[in-house]
């Protein structure tokens, strides 16, 4: 079974505070995620990294940044928290297009509060 | 701008009925149609998929309908359960080329009465 992990389920921070979201996958997957998840806006796609090291802007990319050091390893970091950035974190992976389908494998996800 | 259109948004159904959500998308290039189911506390599953050379593929009670003329596709839950009660999301992707991504439409709310 493919496990995508993600380092907690509930973070509360301040405004200011630099955030880290940790998510590890066990499967050797080439393509890591980030999405933030609200109420009525659906999934909405913040990084994307194809390889380690390399990223890409998705569609809310403002206030984030990430890392990708090592291929099981794909960091979501909040420079400066803000209070709009209260969300639900999901992080996914996919292992590249199989028979053209590029399923991607969701964490539990980080509800993250930022006061 | 918004590529994939979800309706409805919530959907409450009884037991045993027939539970219908349907999408529309804009760019003619998607090739690739997933649904994906969602418990709370949990992050999304893939439950089905479709390409558009097939108007419609079944697995158990679950039914997407594809129809590329009208750029639609639907997911329908035959006989629907409460422990079908989740959040749906449908997306879209290209299959071919270099794009990693998919569009997910902004889901629906499913709730089965007992």
């Known amino acids: 079974d493919v496990k995508v992990t993600q380092s907690s389920r509930y973070l509360v921070k301040r405004t200011g505070e630099k955030v880290f979201l940790e998510c590890v996958q066990d499967?050797?997957?080439?393509?890591m995620f980030w999405y933030r998840q609200d109420p009525g806006l659906g999934l909405r796609l913040i990084y994307f990294?194809?390889?380690?090291?390399?990223?890409e802007k998705g569609d809310i990319p403002e206030g984030y940044s990430v890392s990708r050091e090592k291929k099981e390893r794909f960091s979501l970091i909040l420079e400066s928290a803000s209070t709009n950035q209260t969300s639900m974190y999901l992080c996914?992976?996919?292992?590249?297009?199989?028979?053209?389908?590029?399923?991607?494998?969701f964490g539990p996800g980080t509800r993250l509060t930022v006061l | 701008q918004q590529q994939v259109k979800q309706s409805p948004q919530s959907l409450i159904v009884q037991k045993g009925g027939i539970s219908i959500i349907n999408c529309a998308y804009e760019?003619?290039?998607?090739?690739?149609f997933p649904w994906y189911q969602q418990f709370p506390g949990k992050g999304p599953a893939l439950l089905i998929a479709?390409?558009?050379?097939?108007s419609e593929k079944k697995e158990g009670r679950f039914t997407i309908s594809f129809n590329k003329s009208a750029k639609q596709f639907s997911l329908h839950i035959m006989d629907s359960q409460p422990g079908d009660s989740a959040t749906y999301f449908c997306?879209?992707?290209?299959?071919?080329?270099?794009?990693?991504?998919?569009?997910f439409g902004k889901g629906t709310l499913l709730t089965v009465n007992p």
């Open positions: 997306a879209a992707s290209i299959s071919g080329g270099s794009n990693y991504k998919l569009t």
């Open positions: 479709i390409r558009p050379d097939v």
């Open positions: 996914a992976s996919s292992p590249g297009p199989i028979m053209g389908e590029w399923t991607q494998y």
């Open positions: 760019n003619t290039a998607f090739d690739y």
């Open positions: 499967m050797d997957h080439e393509n």
């Open positions: 990294s194809y390889d380690v090291k390399m990223k």
